[in-house]
C-alpha cells in the first residue's frame, strides 16, 4: 500500500506536459488502458482525447458506459470509428460533442430485436455534424422508428458522398429516396432529392426490388459506387424482387463505375431467378465504363451475358461472380482478345469451371485477387497457370482439388508475393503442403494463412510452418482433427524476424474443433505468448474456468467457442483491395508485459484446471 502511494506522488510529481507527450506515442487502444491505472494517468487521457484527431478502436467491442468518457467534447475530431453495444443515446452524444466530424463507423455487437431507437437520436447526430464525408451505420436502422424518416435523413450534410448501412428494409430505403409530394405542396413541387451528393451506397437490405433499384439509380445523380446485397428469408414474390426491368434502370446518369448486386443464401438457398440473359444485355447498354462488377445468385444468366459484361465494359479491372450455376469456361475462352486488364477476379461457388477456364484468366498477369472457392473441379494444372501471376496478393482455394505436388507450383514465384492464402478443405493435402510452400524461401509476406477442415494436416506441419518462420497474423486451422497442443506449443515460441516476443505476429488463432487440444494448450495461451493475439477460436467443450481465467488474464481477447468464424467482414472484403493494418502494436501492453508478475496469473489458470466445468 506504501509502494502505491509513493508510486502515486512520484506521477504526480512529473509535469503533465511530460506526461502527456508520452502518453501521445500511444494508440487509442493503450490510452484507454493507461487511463484505467490512477488518476494522475486518467486526467492526461481525458486531455488528449479532447483534441485526437482521429479515434479508431475496433478491437474491442465496448459497452455505451465506457466509450462515453473516452468521448469528451473535441472540436478536432475527424474521424471515429468503434465497435460497440450500441444505444441510440451514443449517436445524440456524438452529435453534440464532436462538430467537426468527417468519417463516422458505428458497428454493434448486440442484438437489438424489439427494441426501437426514437428517430430524435438520428437527427441530432445528422444535425451536429454538418461536415460528415462517411456515414457507416453497421446496425439494423429499422430499429429507428419509421416516423419522419425520411425528413430527418434531409438534414444530412450536403458533403455526405458515402453511406453505408448494415441492414434496411427495401421499403424504407424507397421511402427515403422517392421525391414524394410534401403535404402543402402542389402536385407540381416535387420535393428535392434527399442525399443528392451520395456517391457511394452500401446497402444490406431484405430483397433488392426493381422499385428500390430504379428509386436509387433515378435520384442519387452523382452516384459512382452501388453494393446492394439481400439474404431473404422466403422465396421473394415478383413484386419484391430484381427482374430484367430493374437492371435496365442501372446508371440512368451515366456515372456509375462500381456495381454489386449479390443475393446471399444465409437463411435459404435462393437466387435472382426473374433476370436472364435479357437483362444482363440491357444493363450492359449503360455500363460501358464499368470499372467493378459484382453479381451473385444469377442462376439464369449464361455464358452469353456474362460473355457480354466482358466485351462491353473495356475498363473493367474487377469481376466478381458467385453462383454462376451456369457459367463455364467458353466465357474465359477469347479474353486475351480484349483489352481487359482484370486485377480483381471472383468465381466462388462457379461449379462449372475447370482448369482450362484459369490458364485463360492468367493471360491477364496483373492479376493481384484470385478468388475461386468452392470451385470443386480446380486442380494442379490450375496451379501451374496461377504461378504465372507475379502480382497476385490474394488467392483463395477452398474445396478445390489440388495436391501437394500442384501446391508447390506457387513457391516458384507466387509465394512471396502472397499477402493471404486459403486452402480450406482442400481435401488431399498434407503436411508436405506446407514445406512445398515455404521450404526455402525468404522475405515473405504473407499474413492470413487457412488450413481449416485439412484431415490429414498434423501438428507436423505446424512444426513445419513455425520453423520456417512466416510472420502470419492471421492463421485458421479449425476442424483439423490431428491438430493438437504440440501445435500450439510450436506457435507460441516462435519468433520471427529475431522479435524477442514469442508468437508475436500472430493477431487471430482458430482452433475451433481441433482434435488434439487439451488444457495444456491454454498454459501457452496466456502472458508472455501471444502478446498480440485479439481473436481466439476453441471448441465448446473446453472447460469454462479455463476460459473465465483466459479471458480476466487478456482482457483485450476476444475468444469464440461456438464454432462462429473470426474476424469476418460483412462485405466480405477478402475479394478487394482492403487489407488490415497488421503493423500497429499495443504498446502499453507490451510495456506491462516486461514487468509483470505471472505469478498470479498462473495461480489462476492452475486453479481452473482444476475446478473443470464443461461448457454444454
Not at 465504363?289 to 439464369?300: K, W
Request: one cysteine or more; proline letters at 3%; aromatic letters at 6%.
Amino acid at each position: 500500500m506504501a509502494a502505491a502511494e509513493t508510486s502515486g506522488k512520484s506521477l504526480d510529481q512529473l509535469p503533465a506536459a511530460l506526461l502527456c507527450t508520452i502518453i501521445t506515442k500511444l494508440d487509442v487502444a493503450s490510452i484507454s488502458s493507461v487511463a484505467a491505472t490512477c488518476s494522475t494517468f486518467r486526467a492526461c487521457a481525458a486531455q488528449i482525447l479532447s483534441f485526437l484527431t482521429s479515434f479508431h478502436l475496433l478491437d474491442i467491442a465496448l459497452s455505451t458506459e465506457i466509450i462515453r468518457p473516452l468521448l469528451p467534447p473535441n472540436p478536432y475530431l475527424r474521424s471515429l470509428k468503434v465497435d460497440c453495444d450500441f444505444s441510440g443515446k451514443l449517436l445524440s452524444e456524438i452529435g453534440g460533442k464532436c462538430k467537426d466530424l468527417r468519417s463516422l463507423y458505428l458497428g454493434s455487437v448486440a442484438e437489438k430485436r424489439g427494441r426501437s431507437i426514437h428517430i430524435s437520436d438520428l437527427e441530432e447526430l445528422l444535425n451536429g455534424c454538418p461536415q460528415l464525408e462517411a456515414l457507416i451505420l453497421m446496425f439494423d436502422i429499422s430499429l429507428f422508428l419509421r416516423h419522419n424518416f425520411a425528413r430527418v435523413w434531409a438534414l444530412a450534410s450536403e458533403k455526405l458522398t458515402s453511406l453505408e448501412i448494415g441492414y434496411i428494409s427495401s421499403v424504407m430505403v424507397t421511402e427515403l429516396l422517392s421525391p414524394n409530394v410534401e403535404p402543402h405542396q402542389s402536385p407540381n413541387q416535387i420535393r428535392p432529392s434527399i442525399l443528392p451528393g451520395i456517391q457511394k451506397l452500401c446497402l444490406s437490405v431484405d430483397y433488392i426490388t426493381d422499385a428500390m433499384v430504379g428509386t436509387i439509380s433515378q435520384g442519387l445523380v452523382s452516384l459512382t459506387h452501388l453494393d446492394l446485397r439481400d439474404a431473404p428469408l422466403i422465396e421473394p414474390r415478383i413484386t419484391f424482387d430484381l427482374t430484367n426491368s430493374g437492371l435496365q434502370q442501372i446508371n440512368q446518369h451515366g456515372k456509375l463505375k462500381h456495381l454489386s448486386l449479390i443475393r446471399s443464401q444465409e437463411f435459404l438457398i435462393t437466387y435472382f431467378r426473374r433476370v436472364n440473359d435479357l437483362g444482363i444485355l440491357l444493363m450492359a447498354d449503360k455500363c460501358a465504363s464499368m470499372e467493378s462488377i459484382c453479381l451473385g445468385g444469377f442462376c439464369r444468366v449464361t455464358d452469353t451475358g456474362f460473355k457480354t459484361i466482358l466485351h462491353s465494359c473495356s475498363n473493367l479491372y474487377k469481376l466478381r461472380v458467385s453462383h454462376g450455376t451456369q457459367l463455364t469456361d467458353l466465357v474465359f475462352h477469347d479474353i486475351s482478345a480484349t483489352s481487359l486488364s482484370l486485377t480483381h477476379v471472383c468465381l466462388r461457388w462457379c461449379n462449372l469451371l475447370t482448369n482450362h477456364a484459369i490458364k485463360s484468366l492468367a493471360s491477364n498477369t496483373g492479376i493481384k485477387v484470385l478468388d475461386l472457392r468452392d470451385c470443386k473441379n480446380l486442380g494442379d494444372e490450375a496451379l501451374r497457370a496461377i504461378s504465372s501471376l507475379p502480382q497476385l496478393k490474394i488467392l483463395l482455394l477452398d474445396g478445390s482439388d489440388i495436391s501437394d505436388v500442384g501446391v508447390s507450383y506457387l513457391r516458384l514465384t507466387v509465394i512471396t508475393s502472397l499477402v493471404k492464402l486459403s486452402l480450406r478443405g482442400c481435401k488431399r493435402l498434407t503436411d508436405k503442403c506446407i514445406s512445398a510452400l515455404f521450404d526455402g524461401t525468404s522475405k515473405l509476406q504473407l499474413q492470413e494463412l487457412d488450413l481449416s477442415n485439412l484431415p490429414n494436416l498434423s501438428d507436423n506441419g505446424i512444426l513445419t510452418l513455425a520453423t520456417c518462420r512466416v510472420p502470419i497474423s492471421e492463421l485458421r486451422v479449425r476442424q483439423c482433427p490431428l491438430i493438437g497442443d504440440t501445435s500450439v506449443i510450436a506457435l507460441a515460441s516462435m519468433l520471427v524476424d529475431d522479435d524477442r516476443w514469442y508468437g508475436s505476429s500472430i493477431r487471430l488463432l482458430d482452433l475451433y474443433n481441433c482434435g488434439g487440444i487439451t488444457q495444456l494448450a491454454f498454459r501457452w495461451l496466456k502472458k508472455p505468448y501471444f502478446p498480440r493475439l485479439r481473436w481466439l477460436g476453441v471448441t465448446g467443450s473446453v472447460n469454462r474456468d479455463i476460459l473465465d481465467a483466459l479471458a480476466r488474464s487478456r482482457p483485450f481477447l476476444n475468444v469464440a467457442c461456438r464454432g462462429e468464424e473470426l474476424g469476418v467482414d460483412q462485405w466480405d472484403n477478402s475479394d478487394g483491395m482492403y487489407m488490415h493494418d497488421y503493423d500497429e502494436v499495443d504498446e502499453f501492453e507490451q510495456w506491462l508485459m516486461e514487468g509483470e508478475d505471472e505469478s498470479d496469473n498462473d495461480e489462476e489458470m492452475a486453479d481452473a484446471e482444476i475446478n473443470a466445468e464443461p461448457i454444454e
